[in-house]
């Protein structure tokens, strides 16, 4: 059993309240309820048995778990809920096709991202590859190509004819 002190301890990021980030949150939540051995709570056909005490102790933990990450928007409007079978089918209903509404607003990241706007080449490869892995949830993997990585960093290199320094490459980063 959970004390108090770990109840109100966030696991992993808050869900959104627009969802941009429900996939990793899922997928974050279902972790740590499978590491608690409570995955099976959120299954399609999950019905709280009532009468085993356990069982019932199971579900309400996974409730703590889901709840606790959620906006405090959803959070009430989840707060009566007892089952987190209905939680989790809920959320995905709302934000199970976020990937669609973010395409846009990925694509244009991955349109405006340029080498010569980072101080170093680490900085730059840590914003592409949040790219890049943001580009793969909505299922533009066709775009996360090696070929359009190197493309897209040679591409956007400064040249001569601007002020702007080359970014250095951190050594000690590919050496140790």
């Known amino acids: 059993m959970a004390s108090s002190s770990e109840i109100g301890k966030l696991e992993f990021e808050r869900l959104s309240i627009h969802g941009e980030n429900y996939e990793i949150w899922k997928s974050r939540c279902f972790n740590v309820l499978a590491s608690k051995q409570l995955d099976d709570t959120i299954a399609e056909d999950y ?14 933990e996974a409730l703590v778990i889901i709840t606790k990450h959620l906006p405090p928007a ?9 089952n987190p079978s ?20 990925t694509i244009e990241a991955w349109n405006q991202i340029r080498f010569l706007d980072f101080k170093t080449a680490q900085e730059f490869d840590i914003a592409l590859q949040d ?3 943001d580009l793969e949830a909505c299922g533009l993997e066709v775009i996360c190509t090696d070929t359009f990585k190197i493309d897209k960093t040679l ?22």
């Open 47 to 60: 019905v709280v048995d009532d009468a085993d005490a356990k069982a019932r102790a199971q579900a309400f």
């Open 74 to 82: 959803l959070y009430k409007r989840f707060r009566t809920a007892n």
């Open 86 to 105: 209905t939680i989790w089918k809920d959320l995905k209903t709302l934000y199970g096709n976020i990937e669609k509404l973010l395409q846009p607003t």
């Open 131 to 133: 790219c890049v892995a």
């Open 155 to 176: 591409n956007t290199f400064p040249d001569e004819k601007t002020n702007n320094p080359t970014p250095q490459v951190d050594t000690k980063t590919f050496y140790t």
